[in-house]
């Protein structure tokens, strides 16, 4: 095949089909509740041992406290992926709180939490 | 002078058949309400993860077409272009993938160019495309060479490689549920390789097979897809990005880190390289041995169940 065709292919069927997919509603972020928190926090780390999970008004977002620490749970797409809180660094912007992981597989989630919710988050994720 | 003998390149051919494929699978799952699921920027890392394999393909392929001309030169043998030849470098081949695909789980160094094929928590004819951008660096065509020395031309060996790759798409679909018995006996099928994209611990390092799934059954690492637990798709530790970049280097970067790390034995150092993924100094990781022997102190009778034998 013609390297051109071939290009014209895989660039017009990767931009066809990620905007058929937008336009279909699958860019939606996962809607979290503390089941849903818990659960999938179970399905990262079956052997942590939940204390409280504290979810973020829009859902999107969760601090997990366990026996073994303090963790991260976001909505990452249609799922969710979670990392305990021992290495990372916490910056606030104007409209946000961003997290800042040291891990190349993780490197950052910004949080968008409400004016009552971020101090007390602020609170929850400093080291102890 | 150039060598006469010329086959298609099957891969390429069939990229309009795989876009053509995913828009009808996700036309199946939003028609039916079921049979898989998709996310945009899930289906876009593939995507693009899959053009970059081409890429790699066209840029980097003469490594192995020398290495296996090379080989070519040596062998006193020729098996011709019979379509029995072919048919029998087929199987063969899809041997030769069986005990690549494992390496490609037990080895790291060989992992961390299969891990991104791993890596989406979806299921679907997408996922099939997030193929590695470094498998040249594995070295992993030697275990092709005896496929050469064997009489098997290199371009039958690499034309009957795109064909197994291709039918492997197909599996990678939750549309398509069962298949006929004596089907899902012989052959690779999606319920079949949805247990090799497992997570679950009872589906760890199961069913490499690329087309017949008999390899698995001769080897034990069979599982079958149970019923009662459907596979929970991804990696152990699933990745917090969607950048192609990270994806496709992130356990090659976090390879290296750990075998420069201060402090170990030379003997540490190579098993950070070559040990089972999971492997750690100072047990502060778990390998999939681990992981199954702590799901086991957790429920004690799935004990002597598949994936626990």
């Known amino acids: ?128 | 002078m150039t060598d006469p003998l010329h086959y298609p390149d099957v891969v390429q051919m069939a990229v309009p058949l795989f876009v053509a494929a995913v828009l009808f699978e996700l036309g199946w799952i939003v028609w039916r309400g079921r049979g898989g699921r998709y996310e945009t920027r899930d289906a876009l890392t593939s995507l693009v993860l899959g053009a970059g394999s081409v890429a790699e393909g066209i840029l980097l392929g003469f490594v192995a077409w020398g290495v296996f001309m090379w080989l070519w030169t040596l062998t006193p043998l020729d098996l011709g272009t019979s379509i029995w030849v072919v048919a029998a470098c087929f199987v063969l081949d899809d041997l030769r993938y069986y005990w690549v695909h494992r390496f490609g789980h037990r080895i790291r160094w060989v992992w961390a160019s299969h891990v991104n094929h791993h890596s989406s928590q979806h299921y679907n004819l997408t996922t099939a495309l997030r193929q590695t951008w470094t498998g040249t660096f594995t070295l992993m065509m030697i275990v092709r060479a005896p496929l050469v020395l064997l009489g098997f031309h290199p371009a039958m060996v690499l034309f009957v490689g795109g064909l197994n790759l291709i039918y492997q798409f197909w599996i990678h679909t939750e549309a398509i549920d069962k298949l006929p018995k004596w089907f899902e006996t012989v052959m690779n099928t999606p319920s079949h390789h949805r247990v090799h994209h497992g997570r679950n611990p009872r589906y760890l390092d199961a069913n490499y097979a690329g087309v017949f799934i008999v390899w698995d059954k001769l080897f034990g690492t069979f599982v079958p897809e149970l019923d009662g637990e459907k596979p929970d798709y991804g990696l152990v530790r699933n990745l917090g990005t969607f950048n192609p970049l990270r994806v496709v280097f992130h356990e090659w970067i976090g390879l290296f880190r750990d075998v420069v790390q201060p402090g170990l034995t030379l003997r540490q150092r190579l098993n950070y390289a070559f040990a089972p993924p999971g492997y750690s100094h100072d047990g502060s990781r778990d390998t999939s041995e681990g992981i199954k022997a702590k799901h086991l102190v957790r429920n004690p009778s799935d004990s002597g169940t598949p994936g626990f034998n």
């Open chain 1, 1 to 128: 095949m013609p390297l051109h065709i071939l290009l014209l292919l895989v660039v017009g069927g990767i931009s066809a089909i990620t905007l058929l997919l937008h336009l279909l509603g699958k860019s939606r972020l996962a809607f979290l509740t503390v089941e849903d928190a818990r659960s999938a926090w179970h399905r990262h780390f079956p052997d942590d041992d939940i204390q409280d999970v504290t979810v973020a008004q829009n859902g999107h977002a969760a601090l997990v406290h366990t026996a073994q620490g303090p963790g991260l749970l976001w909505s990452f797409g249609a799922d969710t992926v979670a990392r305990h809180l021992h290495d990372f660094d916490l910056i606030e912007t104007p409209d946000h709180l961003r997290v800042i992981f040291h891990d190349f597989t993780a490197p950052r989630v910004s949080l968008h939490l409400t004016e009552t919710e971020r101090p007390l988050w602020q609170e929850l994720m400093a080291p102890t």
